[in-house]
């Protein structure tokens, strides 16, 4: 199995210093409205998800998918206090299966971030993405440049090109190689 980011770890990853270089409303914005469905793999103790929630408004929705107990229960509990909690599912992803087929067609965003690196097969988190994508939706794809070489990052945006996505920008976010994909139909 891939390397997968220790739970403890998330602490540091949802640390509001962060916000600092990677900035989640600025990121996220213009990807998604209100009454929007996204759907993010890997979101840790929710950095990126709490933010997605407000962006999406009280008629949108957040699925949030992770392999790790301890990282959704973080995530969830963030959810209460911040009162977003009825917006966001956390979900628990099983091995070869990121239980999200009920959601085919209809996300606005899949999102990404720094996690694909993690993952034990790259092609099908790509081939399910491709799925999840409503015909206008987006895939924010992002991993750290500290983690990922560039031709690691070409080589994983082939494999999105094999599965029906295409790059539609190359958005600039610090420290991180970035493509937002749109689906090649």
């Not at 992770?66 to 977003?84: F, Y």
């Not at 966001?88 to 899949?110: K, W």
């Not at 992002?142 to 996505?165: D, I, K, N, Y």
């Amino acid at each position: 199995m891939a390397h997968v980011c220790p739970w403890w770890i998330g602490y540091l990853l949802a640390s509001p210093l962060r916000r600092l270089w990677h900035n989640p409303p600025r990121i996220l914005g213009p990807l998604v409205r209100d009454g929007d469905l996204a759907v993010e793999i890997g979101p840790g103790m929710g950095f990126f998800t709490l933010d997605l929630a407000r962006l999406v408004g009280e008629r949108g929705r957040v699925v949030a998918v992770d392999v790790q107990p301890r990282m959704l229960a973080k995530l969830e509990d963030r959810a209460r206090k911040a009162g977003l909690a009825d917006r966001i599912d956390a979900r628990l992803a099983a091995p070869g299966d990121f239980g999200t087929s009920d959601l085919h067609g209809r996300a606005a965003l899949v999102l990404a971030f720094a996690v694909v690196h993690e993952l034990p097969d790259v092609a099908a988190f790509f081939a399910e993405a491709a799925r999840l994508l409503a015909p206008r939706g987006r895939g924010l794809f992002a991993e750290p440049t500290g983690h990922v070489t560039v031709p690691r990052f070409e080589a994983s945006l082939a494999l999105a090109a094999e599965a029906g996505l295409r790059v539609v920008e190359r958005p600039a976010i610090r420290s991180c190689h970035a493509a937002i994909l749109g689906r090649a139909d």
